[in-house]
């Protein structure tokens, strides 16, 4: 095993451990005021009146009118209110705020303030919405002359659900305005973008506002977009009161108006000849919400993985993000990718079914290579190691042998194993890195010779702190404890990018690298010194045109083979889960506990959302599930029994050979798992998540046919 992959403590393990650590919430509430939003209660209505009751000494009520900016949340675009104004466009839509020194007197404020509405009519399905976000295509080959020439066609739909992260913490912020500036801490995912989005809607300028990330539990995407559009709410009110002003969401708030994952319906049309796929024409349409916030680049990371980990010589892809008057959808780990992937691995496996091959071998057969195009015309620059992962994997959990053996079943339980095969292109999608993003990292050398890390990633349990500190103390050859390394404030952090897109270690960290060897070249005893480094696209990239779809939309690929062992009780539809596996490549693993702890997490994150995880929004936009009984997400009682392996094809422009690896393991589960119950079930599958009474209608289905 290469050194740096050697475990090492978690340089944020004690303080957790042992309770200490400060997340949103701990924070000391001495003179801060509650902050409690306003709330829609309609999914679209035009907003005629809101009347606030009279209010005590030391309570404030703050809406649109307060906001001393635009009343604009800038995310990608800019049609995100900090208040609603004229109308509101989902349940849950924030039209003020108040805030005050007694939480239950805010809550009684709350309740008295009186909005009316004049109904509109709300849009629910994407399928009937007329506001189109955003409409990609892409293509390649003659996908016309491939379907005439086929010798069979196949024509299947695939439908995702919600999906909720589930962080340890909720959605929480304090802003504390004083002397010209406002600084703003909590529970961040991207201290850069909140920094952005308050200077437009508070109008200042950069050093007018800074942002900490306190210690957070958990991310996931959630807290990509959304910390962006509470902190402007937050700072607003926080502004009229002249006082710290703190809203921690409960955990029922969180769950109904916070982003949340794409559902999806993705229409597959495939073309076969010969025992081959020669085309796909893929349609595919993603569940917005009420605003674009992240939807944009969640549906390109979609559309560009629509084929899967296959070569298709002829391919053919449309995708779209339709508003609806729901909640908007954000990122959540994948970030848009699970959904395509998910209905890649079930159409190639239904498609090997019917012409009487097993689903792996055939797979196999339409894998990509080393130097192949990918789905946008770019190329696999890298080893492509997914042959070697699926054999080493299949030999590890006797795949072919229980494939076989579940063939012929009896009984009231039956079981399946499942294969599937993902990758995930690492760091941003297309030029994102080149032209938006433009990462700047550095350190700061003391005079006493000990080294600071500055850049804005921050950590979420992925280990950011700790693998970070790893590579700069190996490039300088200094002991761990030379390396100091703190959460992000933006007044002393440059701006090296949002902690997303599994891109930190592998582009950040590679910044870190490069400035490490040149303090070290240039390194001089007892002075102070600063060295910086900027992002460079690699000279091999072909350079991605977002119009065209065409070019190298990553730089380079992790990854993954997976493999899910299920039985199932046909009287009640339960699942168990026997045994979920995955074989992985991210380059050189920067710290084996760390990428472990990513790929297990993320496999029971995927067994989540194949199964186990109903997000049901009813009649009139309002998501119902919206408690930890209400929506059932896996404990530690549902851990099955897990492998991770690791394959390594070293990355030359990671540092030390590391790609990214956070959002890998979940993009692929949701094939396998469902392989291996429609194996179980003796029937195809096409939604996720497949519950319990899925199960046992489709198993009652499959009886009496
Ligand atoms: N792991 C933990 N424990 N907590 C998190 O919030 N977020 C995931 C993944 N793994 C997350 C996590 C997501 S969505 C991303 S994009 C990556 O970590 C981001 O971290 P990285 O850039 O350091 O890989
Ligand atoms: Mo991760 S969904 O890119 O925050």
Redesign the pocket.
């Known amino acids: 095993m290469d050194s740096i992959s050697k475990s090492v403590v978690k340089l944020d393990h004690g303080p957790k451990v042992r309770g200490e650590a400060l997340y949103a919430p701990d924070h000391p509430m001495e003179g801060v005021l509650h902050g409690k939003l306003l709330r829609s209660d309609r999914a679209y209505a035009r907003l005629l009146s809101v009347q606030v009751p009279e209010l005590p000494e030391g309570y404030v009520f703050a809406d649109w009118r307060d906001v001393p900016g635009e009343n604009v949340v800038l995310l990608i675009l800019e049609d995100t209110p900090v208040f609603a104004t004229d109308t509101v466009e989902f349940l849950g839509d924030p039209i003020g705020i108040v805030a005050g020194p007694n939480e239950a007197v805010v809550d009684q404020i709350l309740s008295k303030i009186q909005v009316e509405y004049e109904d509109l009519p709300p849009v629910l399905d994407p399928e009937t919405s007329e506001t189109i976000f955003f409409d990609y295509s892409h293509q390649q080959g003659d996908v016309d002359q491939a379907f005439a020439q086929a010798d069979r066609i196949y024509e299947e739909t695939f439908r995702t659900g919600y999906q909720e992260?589930g962080?340890l913490e909720t959605n929480g912020l304090t802003a504390i305005p004083s002397d010209g500036k406002l600084t703003v801490h909590g529970s961040i995912?991207c201290p850069y973008y909140v920094h952005k989005a308050l200077k437009k809607a508070l109008g200042v300028e950069h050093e007018a506002v800074q942002v900490i990330q306190d210690v957070?539990?958990?991310?996931?995407?959630?807290?990509?977009d959304y910390p962006s559009i509470l902190a402007c709410q937050v700072a607003v009110a926080a502004l009229k009161a002249g006082r710290p002003v703190r809203t921690i969401y409960s955990r029922r708030e969180d769950m109904a108006y916070t982003s949340k994952r794409h559902p999806s319906r993705s229409r597959y049309k495939v073309a076969v000849k010969d025992g081959r796929v020669t085309a796909m024409d893929i349609d595919i349409l993603y569940n917005a919400g009420a605003y674009t916030t992240m939807s944009m680049v969640v549906l390109q990371r979609g559309v560009i993985c629509a084929n899967g980990v296959y070569h298709i010589p002829n391919l053919r892809v449309r995708g779209r993000s339709a508003k609806t008057n729901t909640v908007p959808n954000g990122?959540?780990?994948?970030?848009g990718a699970p959904q395509t992937f998910f209905s890649a691995e079930m159409i190639m496996a239904h498609i090997a079914t019917d012409l009487g091959i097993d689903p792996l071998t055939f797979k196999e057969a339409h894998v990509a290579r080393h130097g192949d195009p990918t789905s946008t015309g770019g190329k696999y620059h890298f080893p492509v190691p997914l042959l070697e992962m699926s054999e080493k994997l299949t030999r590890e959990v006797d795949y072919w042998n229980k494939r076989k053996e579940y063939d012929t079943q009896s009984g009231r339980y039956r079981r399946g194993i499942g294969f599937s095969f993902s990758f995930h292109g690492a760091g941003f999608t297309g030029s994102g890195e080149r032209d938006i993003i433009k990462a700047v990292a550095a350190l700061q050398k003391y005079p006493d010779g000990k080294v600071e890390i500055l850049t804005a990633?921050?950590e979420?349990?992925?280990?950011?702190l700790t693998?970070f500190a790893k590579i700069v103390a190996k490039e300088l050859h200094l002991p761990l404890n030379q390396i100091i390394i703190a959460l992000p404030d933006t007044d002393r952090v440059p701006d090296s990018g949002p902690?997303?897109?599994?891109?930190?270690?592998?582009?950040?960290g590679e910044l870190l690298r490069r400035a490490a060897a040149r303090l070290k070249a240039e390194w001089v005893d007892g002075e102070a010194q600063r060295f910086e480094e900027k992002f460079q696209e690699p000279d091999f990239v072909i350079p991605f045109n977002i119009e065209t779809f065409q070019g190298d939309a990553y730089p380079t690929y992790s990854w993954g083979a997976h493999c899910v062992e299920l039985e199932i009780d046909t009287f009640t539809g339960e699942h168990k889960v026997l045994g979920a596996w995955g074989c992985y490549d991210v380059g050189t693993p920067i710290d084996m506990t760390v990428i472990v702890?990513?790929m297990e997490?993320?496999l029971l994150q995927g067994i989540g959302y194949s199964h186990m995880e109903q997000m049901v929004c009813d009649r009139r936009g309002c998501i119902r599930s919206n408690s930890y009984s209400d929506y059932t997400m896996p404990t530690s009682a549902d851990v099955p029994n897990m492998g991770v392996m690791i394959h390594v094809e070293e990355y030359p422009e990671g540092p030390y050979g590391a790609k990214?690896?956070?959002?890998l393991p979940i993009v692929g589960i949701p094939g396998a798992y469902i392989s291996a119950l429609e194996q179980a079930l003796g029937a195809d599958v096409h939604h996720i998540p497949f519950s319990m009474e899925d199960t046992l209608s489709k198993w009652t289905e499959v009886q009496t046919l």
Request: hydrophobic content about 30%; proline content about 0%.
């Open positions: 992260h962080y995912q957070t539990g958990g991310g996931f995407g959630g807290k990509e990122a959540f780990r994948g970030f990633g921050t979420m349990g992925q280990g950011l693998t902690t997303v897109a599994s891109r930190s270690v592998m582009v950040v702890g990513q997490g993320g990214g690896a956070g959002e």
